[in-house]
């Protein structure tokens, strides 16, 4: 059962019924409302009809269910695994890869790929084909580095060190012009787009300190590539972050316009560096080897990446 609580926002209606609502944050059409077994509570536990009308202010704590296991199986999948041992295994996540099953995305996802590998992952987590070991997510154009846990223990290991931010996570993205500072601090909460539930944004209501960290490693005609830090893990919070200094990630389909120069180009970001406490073993780093979509670009703007150093 996945549950999140929602800020109810909008300026065109006096007030929503609770199943536009829904359907409106983009986790599901209204038809499978009744297929994930989804409820609607207010912030006392009492469970609203759908029918019921809310108005803008008001939370709500919104409950669902994953797609069922039936609908979910292993499946080969090329995946380019950097290390793996009997507790993690640490992949090279393709661009367009879903990490985990959902509505729409029941086959060729990172997990029924890690399904088919690992044989005993499944039953290390009690049946679960949903999310099994599942440390982190990567968005689906995002591409890189990601790792998951082979048992229950692996996985509290690694993923207290996410909640404690103890784990250093390093990006590089190209982007449309230039930060205003060669390194720097992006500080600003984010939380859901009141005007676009799939979209997040900065400083909306019920918003989520965020920080994130860059370097300019390269500038050339009118792009940068950078080198990206960060200390919070909020959905999208990259490509909002980017956005909201007027340099948004190239190819970003939501948070930025086609480019002219570049009009088939893709999600320019990568999860490139991964420095995490492994058990048993202790310490590793990782590093995602550069795509063909970023050396591509990268050579015809003119800008050299090899000899970037990592930020603190």
Known sequence: MNSEQFHVQFSDE??????????????????????????????????????????DGDTILLEWDDPPSSEINPEPLNLDVVYEDNNCIVIDKKQGVVVHP??????????????????????????????????????????????AAKNTEALEFLSAQFRNRSVKKTYLAIIRGAPPFSEGEIEEPIGRDPRDRKKFAIRTRNAKYALTRYRVLGESKGYSLIQLRILTGRTHQIRVHLQSIGCPVLGDPIYSRKNPAFPEVSLMLLSWKLAIQLPEIGKKRFSAALPIRFSTILSELGIEYFNSEGIS
């Open 14 to 55: 006096q007030t929503i019924r609770v199943d536009r609502f829904v359907a409106s944050l983009g986790l599901f059409s209204r038809s499978q409302i009744s297929k994930r077994s989804v409820s609607v509570k207010d912030l006392s536990g009492d469970e609203l009809k759908f029918s019921r009308h809310l108005k």
């Open 102 to 147: 959902a509505y729409g995305h029941t086959h060729g996802t990172l997990v029924q790929g890690l399904l088919y590998r690992c044989n005993e992952l499944e039953e290390a987590f009690g049946g679960d084909r949903v999310r099994p070991g599942i440390v982190h997510r990567l968005d689906k154009d995002t591409s890189g580095l990601i790792i």
